[in-house]
C-alpha cells in the first residue's frame, strides 16, 4: 500500500507572521496525524518572506513536540549550506528526543539567491559539486564510533537516522542508487525528470545496510476543494507565489482570485503552470481520479503532497479530502 506524507514549508500569508505560520503547521500536522499522513516534511529556504520554515530542524522539533506518532523530516536540507557534522547534530538531537520518528532529506540546491548564498558563509559552489562526500560524510558521524574516530556527533553517533536524496534530475536518482538510500523526487514544482528519474532510480539502485529495496517517493501539488472551481480557485495563490518568485520579488502568500489568467503575461502563466503540472486540482471526485493516474504512472512507494493554500482551513480541508480520495484508492 503507498503511504503519503505532508510537505509544509510554514506559508506566511499577506497580512500575518511568521509565528502564526509555525503556530498553523503544528495544527496541519496534528490534522495530518489523525487523517493517517505517515510523515510531515518540512523544507529548507531563506530570505523569502513568504516562507517560515528556514530553521528546519527548529520547525521540526516544534511540530514533534506537538504530535505523538507522526513521523518528521526535513525535505530537505540543503546539506552544501551547513557542515555535515552540524546536520548530524541537529538530527541527532531530534532523534534523541522523538526517537524512531525522524527522517533526513538532503538537496544540494542553494534553496535562495546568490547574495543570500553569500550572507551564509559557505562556499557554495564548491561545496555543491562535494555534494556525494558530504553524504558519505554525514552518513558517517550517524554509525556509531569507530575505534580512534576522534570527531563524533553528540549526539547524533549511533542513532542512524534515516537518510534520504532529494533531487529533480537524474544527478539525485543515480546518487541514491549507487549509496542505497531512499530518493524523493521533486514533481512537485519541477515535473520535466519524474518518469525518468524513477527508472533510472530503480534500475541502478545498490542495496546497502540502510535500504535493502529501492524506495521512490514522488511529491505533489493537492488543491481540493468541494467543488472543481473551488479547488482552481485555491490554486491562484501558489501560482501567484511561483511567479513572484521567477519575477525576483518573493513575498507573503497572496489571497486566492477568481481569475487565473490575469495574475501575469502568457509566458508567466504558461512556465507556472507547466513547473505546477503534477498537481491534483478540484472536487473530491476529481481530485480522487488525479491521484490515482498518478500512482499507476509512478508505481511511487510514497506519495508526498504539498499545496500552498491562503486560508489554513481550507488548506486543512483539502488535505483530508486527498487523505480520503487515498484511502478509497487502498480498498
Known sequence: MTRYSLLDLAPVNEGSTPRQALLNAADLAQNAESLGYSRFWMAE???MTGIASAATPVALGHIAANTSSIRVGAAGMMLPNHAPLVVAEQFGTLESLYPGRVDLGLGR????????LRALRRDHHSAANR????VQELLHFLEPVQPGQRVQAVPGA????PVWILGSSLFGAQLAA???LPYAFASHFAPDMLDEAI?????????SERLARPYVAAAANVFAADTDMEGRRLMTSME???IALRRGTPGPLQPPVDDPDSLGSRAELGTARHALKESAVGSPETVERWLKAFLERTGADELILT????DHDARKHSFGIAADALGNLST
Open 131 to 134: 555534494f556525494p562526500q558530504e
Open 109 to 116: 540546491a542553494p534553496g535562495t539567491d546568490q547574495e543570500t
Open 158 to 161: 549511533g542513532t542512524r537516522v
Open 199 to 207: 527508472r533510472v532510480y530503480r534500475e541502478q539502485f545498490q542495496p
Open 45 to 47: 529556504h531563506h530570505n
Open 307 to 310: 499545496g500552498q493554500i491562503h
Open 240 to 242: 501567484q507565489q511561483f
Open 178 to 180: 549507487a549509496l542505497g
